[in-house]
């Protein structure tokens, strides 16, 4: 299971190289988030069928693979980042991305159905946060603009 995502994740990072210079950040974001949230759906509701195990890791890993990248372009198109904003993003993921890793180290052998849970929920967070981040980026450059 682990080389079914590593393997999408690769593939999928390898073909954004090519996808980026054509599509905007946000259309990036968007499908990975859509793909991603697909993924934990299909892990949540279907995870006893093997075919959709397997699709739904493949899902995730083609979801994660560019997100954190393709979402740092749609926020340099929409704020002046310097060093140290870019320092501090880098940072602030980072540590939510370790803790992260607690409630799951907490629930794998416990209650692997808790984990499916909490990455559905990571998804829809993440969705979540970027439409809102898209409709105050957008109200708050239309006010810039006029």
């Known amino acids: 299971m682990t080389s079914v995502y590593f393997i999408s994740f690769a593939c999928s990072r390898l073909a954004t190289v090519f996808l980026v210079v054509k599509a905007a950040p946000a259309l990036l974001v968007g499908a990975n988030l859509s793909v991603l949230l697909c993924g934990s759906l299909v892990l949540l509701f279907l995870s006893d069928n093997f075919i959709a195990f397997y699709c739904g890791?493949?899902?995730?890993?083609?979801?994660?693979?560019?997100?954190?990248?393709?979402?740092?372009?749609?926020?340099?198109?929409?704020?002046?980042?310097?060093?140290?904003?870019t320092s501090l993003f880098l940072i602030a993921t980072s540590v939510g991305a370790q803790c992260f890793k607690i409630p799951v180290a907490f629930y794998i052998e416990t209650n692997v159905a808790a984990l499916l849970y909490a990455v559905a929920?990571?998804?829809?967070?993440?969705?979540?946060?970027?439409?809102?981040?898209?409709?105050?980026?957008?109200?708050?450059?239309?006010?810039?603009?006029?």
Do not use: D, P, Q
């Open 57 to 85: 890791v493949v899902c995730i890993g083609v979801g994660l693979s560019t997100l954190f990248t393709s979402g740092l372009l749609w926020l340099r198109e929409r704020l002046e980042m310097g060093a140290g904003l």
């Open 121 to 146: 929920t990571g998804a829809f967070a993440c969705a979540v946060l970027f439409a809102t981040a898209k409709c105050i980026a957008g109200c708050f450059l239309s006010e810039r603009n006029t």
